[in-house]
Nanobody, 120 residues
Framework: VQLQASGGGLVQAGGSLRLSCAAS????????MAWHRQAPGKQRELVAS???????NYTDSVKGRFTVSRDSAKNTVLLQMNSLKPEDTAVYYC???????????????WGQGTQVTVSS
């Protein structure tokens, strides 16, 4: 299962960006799709996730500013980032887990990172 992320870039503080990640390949279903980020010198952290049932979870620092959504028909997860701050600067990675076949193995895949830079 391959994940292709896009949408990063450079934005001024207070601005907005939208990240997109599409899953492709052969699989039966995707359970959770998520965005993680890693800033220089820091550990990777979970930013937001969304289950197949639509349940969302956010790290405290982005609550009220970021919105995660998914289009299950297109196997795509989006991250709308508003009111961006310099501390949001990081490489953002999408992640998905699911099952290859109805009773088959579970997979977990990662996309390539996309750089988000917020200038002050």
């Amino acid at each position: 299962v391959q994940l292709q992320a896009s949408g990063g870039g450079l934005v001024q503080a207070g601005g907005s960006l939208r990240l997109s990640c599409a899953a492709s390949g052969s699989f039966f279903s995707i359970y959770t799709m998520a965005w993680h980020r890693q800033a220089p010198g820091k550990q990777r952290e979970l930013v937001a996730s969304i289950t197949s049932g639509g349940r969302t979870n956010y790290t405290d620092s982005v609550k009220g500013r970021f919105t995660v959504s998914r289009d299950s028909a297109k196997n795509t997860v989006l991250l709308q980032m508003n009111s961006l701050k310099p501390e949001d600067t990081a490489v953002y990675y999408c992640n998905a887990d699911g099952r290859y076949s109805i009773y088959g193995r579970i997979f977990e895949s990662w996309g390539q990172g996309t750089q988000v830079t917020v200038s002050s």
